[in-house]
């Protein structure tokens, strides 16, 4: 019995196995712990993907060229667009596409127009199983995520074409064109005017010497524009255009419908190809005695053809007037801004006030100002027009007539074209800001 108690007690005094014992308790939580970690780094992993994936769904459903962005042009109210929710699902599942250790419970895909914005919401819930947190009684982990993503959709907008085709746009394009005029004229002349009573006008004689005259690259520029537009457009009947001049001839002066309103870019082209130089009846035409340019009752009248301004979508489009002119009234008006001329004529830099109308209903007026060359060998032009073409430091950009047309212009929407560069450039720079105002403007 003694020997039984001794070994009981050899026993309890011995300490040779404490070490392992110990370290093999201490690992149980230890190796959780680090699986724990393992199975949460991989959680993360697989939500960094699904967050990627929803993220990529939302951003690509309101994309420019998405079924949603393509529908909701077509929509003339609200609400949730289905061809979207398919397409965001799609955008999701592709991105998806090869990855696994998860099972997904929940993608909800909402596309839907409010407005002028196109907004896609993505939202997704999913399950992941563990490895080493199953042991401490977590067999899975639930990610949840969603993303969101808004467009502004292009604003509709109906663009007003005002171009100026009164005698005085008959003149050499460039100083090249003048000098080759004045070279070619017996009075020294830089007007290619369109002279119904006279078989050998200057018109004629313009077109004889290949001499470019303004009216000819107004309206080579129009045409381009409607060239631009068509590119521009996200929807085929985003940008409506109409164009105008001041008529065909003296005999039947005033605003004339060139090209009614429409969506037709191609045909508003094919209309601009007719725009062409006022034609007149001599000197002190019987119908209008060369009072050719009356802008108080050509841009009254246009202010008549514009309804009213909307938001942009696609029922009530923004309004937009092109006024390209060379900014020098000549009419019979008692309210000239300039001492007259004889026979009671009215040459002045045009009134801006003429423009107060259109721009207090919201109409955004864009002024492509071709600047009214100075003229030294022609009289009349040094007389009536010479001494409110130039500033204080000589000829445009600060004389009246500039100044006058940048006042009717817009905010930010002046152009002045000088005799070297291009008014297609212009007409082009002019539509392209127009088209970048609506968009941040909504």
Known sequence: MRRLFNALASFRRNASGNVAMTFAIVCVPVIAAVGCGVDYSRTNQIRAKLQAAVDAAS?????????????AGAMTGDGVISVGNDDARSIFNGNMSGANGYTLDRLTPEVKKTGAVLTATVSFSATVPTTFMSIVGYKTMSLQGSSTAKASMPKYIDFYLLLDNSPSMGVAATPADVTKMVNATSDKC??????????????????????????????????QLMDTAARTQTYSNQFRMAIYDFGASSKTIGLRALFSLSS?????????????????????????????????????????EIATPGDGTSGSPL????????GVADESNAACLKPKASGNRCQSPINPALCTAL????????????????????????????????????????????????ACASDGFYFEVSPTQGISDAMNALFNKAVADARIAG
């Open 59 to 71: 951003v690509g459903a309101v994309s420019r060229t998405s079924p949603a962005f393509i529908a």
């Open 359 to 406: 721009k207090s209903r919201g109409i955004k007026i864009a002024v492509l100002y071709t600047t009214y060359l100075q003229l030294p060998t022609n009289s009349w032009y040094m007389s009536w027009i010479d001494p409110f073409n130039k500033g204080p430091f000589g000829p445009s950009p600060n004389s009246e007539i500039a100044q006058n047309m940048q």
């Open 264 to 304: 037709s870019l191609t045909s508003a082209k094919s209309a601009a190809g007719n725009i062409d130089l006022m034609g007149v009846y001599g000197n002190n035409d019987s119908f209008t005695a060369d009072k050719d340019t009356p802008y108080t009752t050509v841009l009254p009248a246009i202010n008549n």
């Open 319 to 326: 309004k937009y007037l092109f006024f390209v002119s060379d």
């Open 190 to 223: 830089a007007f290619a005017c369109h002279d119904y009573n006279d078989a050998n006008n200057y018109y004629n004689l313009a077109k004889t010497l290949g001499v470019t005259t303004r009216i000819d690259v107004l309206r080579s520029a129009t045409q």
